[in-house]
C-alpha cells in the first residue's frame, strides 16, 4: 500500500500562484507514476499532470500547459504542482494518486493511490 498527503491548496487571486504538495509513504518503490487531478462542483475529475516517477517524462493537460509545473523529489517520496498564473477555472479538489503499472498517464483508471485532496479557490 502507499499513502498519499497533499498540502499546499489555499485561496489565491486570479493570476497569482500556489504550489502543492504530495508525499507518498509505505511501498514507495512501487510506484511508476505520480500525478494531479482536480474535480470542481458538479463536475467530472479531470486530469492535470503526471510524472514517470523514473524517467521524470511529463505530461500535462492543454488546460494547464505552461502555466503549471510537476515535478518530483525522489530522495524525499515528494511531487509537486507549481501552478502559476491562476484563473478561477482553476479552482477545485485537487488530489494527487500514485500508479504502479501507469500505462496512460491521463487516465484515472491507471492509478491504484488516491489522496484525501486538498482545495484550491481562485477568487476573480
Known amino acids: 500500500q502507499v499513502q498519499l498527503v497533499e498540502s499546499g491548496g489555499g485561496l489565491v487571486q486570479a493570476g497569482g500562484s500556489l504550489r502543492l504538495s504530495c508525499v507518498a509513504s509505505g511501498r514507495t518503490l512501487s510506484i511508476y507514476a505520480m500525478c494531479w487531478f482536480r474535480q470542481a462542483p458538479e463536475k467530472e475529475r479531470e486530469f492535470v499532470a503526471a510524472?514517470?516517477?523514473?524517467?521524470?517524462?511529463?505530461y500535462y493537460a492543454d488546460s494547464v500547459k505552461y502555466r503549471f509545473t510537476i515535478s518530483r523529489d525522489k530522495a524525499k517520496n515528494t511531487v509537486y504542482l507549481q501552478m502559476n498564473s491562476l484563473k478561477p477555472e482553476d479552482t477545485a479538489v485537487y488530489s494527487c494518486?500514485?500508479?504502479?503499472?501507469?500505462?496512460?498517464?491521463?487516465?484515472?483508471?491507471?492509478?491504484?493511490?488516491w489522496g484525501q485532496g486538498t482545495q484550491v479557490t481562485v477568487s476573480s
Open positions: 510524472i514517470s516517477w523514473r524517467s521524470g517524462s511529463r
Open positions: 494518486a500514485a500508479g504502479a503499472r501507469t500505462v496512460v498517464f491521463g487516465s484515472e483508471d491507471q492509478y491504484d493511490y
